[in-house]
């Protein structure tokens, strides 16, 4: 199996910065897109960047400008910097893996614990 473990959370003042990280390990061949999705309280789980094993990358607009994904393919991690943080990035942070998995079949979708960015005064 494949397992994600993320790091980087934490409470920070509004205007500060974050990093994120996410290290996938296990029965891996290949990963193809990576992400990190956020929910705060009482919403849904949504988007907020992917990045693709080429490089390319998309972003919810809330976060455009602000945050930066990015990735290591060799060593099967994910980063997502964030600048600028506002009040509403206040939320739980899921690492996402769409992977192809060692003697298996198609592409399997992995999901990290979640670590809790706060930002606050």
């Known amino acids: 199996q494949v397992q994600l473990v993320e790091s980087g959370g934490g409470l920070v003042q509004p205007g500060g910065s974050l990093r994120l990280s996410c290290a996938a390990s296990g029965s891996i061949f290949r990963i193809n897109a990576m992400g990190w999705y956020r929910q705060a309280p009482g919403k849904q789980r949504e988007l907020v960047a992917v990045i693709s094993s080429g490089g390319s990358s998309n972003y919810a607009d809330s976060v455009k400008g602000r945050f930066t994904i990015s990735r290591d393919n060799a060593k099967n991690t994910v980063w997502l910097q964030m600048n600028s943080l506002k009040p509403e990035d206040t939320a739980v942070y899921y690492c996402?893996?769409?992977?192809?998995?060692?003697?298996?079949?198609?592409?399997?979708?992995?999901w990290g614990q979640g670590t809790q960015v706060t930002v606050s005064s």
């Open positions: 996402n893996a769409l992977t192809v998995v060692v003697g298996r079949q198609g592409t399997y979708n992995y």
